[in-house]
């Protein structure tokens, strides 16, 4: 009976040892699935969105501006036309980015809830003043530049 008993013993205690190192083997398999190169963290990502900005700020670096832009767009883009039109500024004078000075008034028409679809149509009288003054003055830069007709800005509600 002892060696029964004793067989029994010995029989689960190596069955439970093989389970243990069956466990441990699928975990290391399945960590090694895992590319640790797209594992992205918070602090990456903050670092990325950082990267992004001092590109376009310093190089005018058109991906990272594209980039931002869209990750704006995607997210939160009603709530971060201030920063969209930010960094669209830059790119559009200092860097002379064509689409930049597009998004610009579109984020400023944003801003204010003006309809942008059909450009004759849009409806800027009820902008505050100052506000109002700078869409213009950009809309001006856009005719001097080449990028709108004049009498595209004429057909604009004021």
């Given amino acids: 009976m002892t060696k029964i008993l004793s067989l029994v013993f010995l029989f689960c205690l190596f069955s439970c040892k093989e389970k243990t190192e069956e466990l441990k083997v ?3 398999q399945n960590l090694e699935e895992i590319d640790q190169e797209d594992v992205r963290t918070i602090s990456t990502s903050v670092t990325d969105y950082d990267t992004l900005i001092n590109r376009v700020k310093k190089r005018g670096d058109v991906e990272a501006y594209d980039e931002l832009f869209y990750s704006f767009k995607d997210c939160c883009f009603r709530e971060s036309t201030d920063s969209v039109m930010l960094y669209a500024k830059i790119m559009a004078e200092k860097f002379n980015y064509e689409r930049a000075y597009f998004d610009y008034y579109q984020a400023m028409l944003e801003k204010y809830n003006i309809d942008n679809s059909n450009f004759p149509q849009i409806d800027i ?18 005719v001097q530049k080449k990028l709108i007709t004049q009498r595209r800005v004429d057909s604009i509600k004021r």
């Fill in 125 to 142: 009288s009820k902008m505050n003043k100052k506000e109002k003054l700078k869409l213009e003055n950009w809309f001006k830069m856009m």
């Fill in 26 to 28: 699928l975990k290391e």
